[in-house]
């Protein structure tokens, strides 16, 4: 058999962060999340070996071990196996292999790096023997729930599917689950008005997103008019996306920052609010917030007149660009 290589993008998200958490949706009548895969990508490669030995390779972990079996692996304990063990109890790969994993994602970036690695090794793992892969609300599904035990806390799902589909991704939740429609992004504002910013802090995802839904479970009355204010942004987000008129995008980038920072303090930080001053004082027209915020990364929505002077400004303060274009459906 050959040796099997996936490549899977990671992602930004515009609109509708956190309300794609079960059942912080249902709470609120349903949700809209809004993303782009991006070109940071998570590489997964196996290949056959001729022994029932298993090599594991994590470059980011800087991790490599050969295991006899990959029961050994099942019944192991080593913290860098932790994302492994759940896969390989799931799929139950018969044969050795040695398999390498990176990520080009900065670690705690908010990039959804960590499901883009598990949607690629889903799929890697099904094609070593040949299994059927499934639709993208399948792989969800699954990635959803293993990376649930990984984390041990509970997650979103809107990080799976531009891993699966690439492309501008239109996620509707309701009480029949998860709805996806995938749009180009050739050609839009989303490419040359795309700029990707880290702020050096690694975000803690999980962590707030969990505060959000314990309060919301207590009835927070503000946690709740936050999530639903969230909610409307999302949906003028998502008609934003399928009328072209990218004119708006910018003020609703301000208000969902105003809402989240208001849902919790903790969505922000010293770092963020430093990047989004600076940014709007270069000329940037509006500054998002990725994932669960508190660090990790930061689109900045800046015109091609103002792109350099932006980065000039944001280098000088020690934050990193990052060269990131949107992707177009795989």
């Known amino acids: 058999m050959k040796k099997i290589n996936i490549k899977s993008p990671t992602r930004v998200d515009l609109a509708g962060g956190t309300l794609d958490l079960w ?67 799931h799929f139950r790969p018969e044969g050795g292999f040695t398999l390498k994993t990176q990520s080009q994602s900065p670690v705690g970036g908010g990039l959804g790096g960590s499901s883009s690695l598990v949607v690629g090794l889903i799929k890697a793992l099904s094609s070593l023997h040949s299994s059927k892969l499934g639709t993208s609300h399948e792989i969800a599904h699954l990635a959803h ?69 314990k309060l919301a479970v207590q009835k927070d009355k503000k946690t709740l008019q936050a999530l639903r204010d969230l909610k409307e942004v999302a949906i003028n987000t998502e008609k934003v996306c399928r009328q072209g008129s990218w004119d708006q995008l910018p003020g609703l980038f301000q208000k969902e920052y105003k809402y989240r920072t208001e849902l919790s303090a903790a969505f922000t930080s010293p770092e963020i609010e430093k990047l989004h001053s600076l940014s709007l004082k270069a000329g940037a027209e509006a500054v998002k917030i990725c994932g669960a915020g508190g660090g990790g990364c930061v689109l900045v929505w800046v015109s091609p007149t103002h792109r350099q002077k932006v980065i000039s400004e944001c280098q000088k303060a020690g934050f990193q660009t990052l060269n990131a274009r949107p992707v177009d459906p795989i």
């Open 23 to 89: 059942p912080l949706y249902n709470f609120i009548g349903g949700a809209k999340t809004v993303n782009v895969a991006i070109d940071i990508w998570t590489e997964v490669d196996i290949e056959p070996r001729s022994d029932q030995s298993v090599e594991i390779n994590s470059l980011d972990l800087n991790f490599k071990k050969i295991f006899s079996n990959f029961e050994e692996i099942i019944s192991g304990t080593e913290p860098e196996m932790a994302l492994f063990r759940p896969l390989f109890r």
């Open 145 to 213: 729930n293993i990376e649930a035990e990984i984390l041990n806390t509970p997650t979103g799902t809107q990080d799976y599917y531009p891993a699966v589909s690439g492309g501008l991704n239109l996620l509707t939740y309701d009480f029949s689950g998860i709805q996806q429609e995938v749009l180009s992004v050739k050609g839009s504002p989303l490419d040359e008005n795309f700029l990707l910013v880290n702020t050096g802090k690694a975000h803690h995802s999980g962590l707030n997103n969990f505060e959000v839904l």
